[in-house]
């Protein structure tokens, strides 16, 4: 048997897909992994359990024996992450009410690219509460609570459909997942105050907006987040100094 072998590694590569190999090369002790990454790229050096691999032997059918001193104590977690670690972005919505917030109605957008553009069986259908509503309105008119799409891009667009919001204080929770290595931006669009509210991709980020006696203020069609490609911000040399040294 040479000195490689090769593991099967589910974390290689964008949760979409389905991983790939890990070639594990041992000479005089030293173990390097190419490509490294996944599962790999916090030192593990080793078959983890359950862990698929491959050798080769260089003399024909061989037979590999493990004993118990080829056994470590600890591990490393190299199955897939779980199915709802997708990129996600989800919006819930909060009423305040005696320095009180109370969370009412939610929805989530979820991104993968074996999901389809198009509402199918896997988005689901906006049930509508006896209170605060919120839904997505996709293009096609359906209003969904879960809307599963194909990637995430540059201009597009969540449009939002709210109903029966009282007059009160409001609080809008945005709160993304895996979705900052996409070098995107997101807005939230306030088209009654004409205002735009740069969102994180990061972490959590709460918007809060009121609903008074007005119309415009409670238009179901009032707020919606656009993505754009991240801006690259110019630089200007504001001073630039030369120092003579020598004859230079």
């Not at 389809?116 to 996709?138: G, L, P, R, Y």
């Not at 359906?142 to 007059?167: C, G, H, M, P």
């Amino acid at each position: 048997m040479d000195s490689t072998y090769y593991l099967w590694d589910p974390k290689l590569g964008p949760n979409s897909e389905y991983g790939g190999f890990q070639t594990v090369s041992v000479v005089n002790g030293n173990v390097t992994v190419t490509p490294g990454g996944g599962s790999y790229s916090a030192g593990n050096k080793n078959v983890e359990s359950g862990q698929g691999f491959f050798v080769r032997t260089t003399t024909g059918i061989g037979s590999i024996t493990f004993k118990e001193s080829n056994k470590v104590d600890g591990s490393y977690l190299v199955t897939r992450p779980p199915l709802n670690s997708n990129r996600s972005f989800r919006a819930n919505i909060h009423r305040l009410q005696n320095n009180e917030s109370s969370l009412v109605d939610g929805v989530m957008n979820i991104y993968d690219s074996v999901f389809s553009d198009n509402v199918d069986a896997v988005d689901a259908i906006k049930f509508k509460n006896s209170m605060e509503n919120i839904a997505i309105n996709q293009k096609s008119g359906s209003l969904l609570a879960i809307d599963r799409t194909a990637k995430l891009e540059n201009n597009d667009t969540i449009f939002y459909k709210l109903n029966q919001l009282r007059v009160s204080n409001y609080q809008f929770e945005f709160i993304p997942e895996y979705l900052n290595d996409l070098g995107l931006e997101a807005y939230l669009e306030d088209s009654y105050l004409n205002t735009r509210t740069p969102l994180s991709l990061n972490s959590s980020t709460i918007v809060g907006f009121n609903i008074i006696n007005d119309s415009g203020s409670y238009n179901p069609d009032r707020f919606r987040v656009v993505f754009k490609a991240m801006r690259i911000v110019p630089v200007t040399f504001v001073n630039i100094k030369a120092i003579r040294e020598e004859s230079n």
